[in-house]
C-alpha cells in the first residue's frame, strides 16, 4: 500500500495536468502534516 503509488495512479484518471498534479502533492502533504501535528500534540482535539 504505497501512497505515492496510488496518487500517480489517480492521475491519468482524474485526468490532471503537472500544475493540477503540484496542487494535489501540496494539498496531501499539507494533510499529513497537520495529522502529524495532531499526533504530537498532548491533547486531543475533538
Known amino acids: 500500500m504505497?501512497?505515492?503509488?496510488m496518487?500517480?495512479?489517480?492521475?491519468p484518471e482524474m485526468g490532471l495536468t503537472s500544475e493540477g498534479f503540484g496542487q494535489l502533492l501540496f494539498r496531501f502533504a499539507?494533510?499529513?502534516?497537520?495529522?502529524?501535528?495532531l499526533a504530537r500534540s498532548p491533547w486531543i482535539v475533538a
Do not use: F
Not at 2 to 5: F, G, K, Y
Not at 7 to 11: G, P, R
Open 2 to 5: 504505497n501512497e505515492w503509488s
Open 7 to 11: 496518487l500517480s495512479s489517480m492521475v
Open 30 to 37: 499539507r494533510v499529513k502534516l497537520q495529522a502529524l501535528s
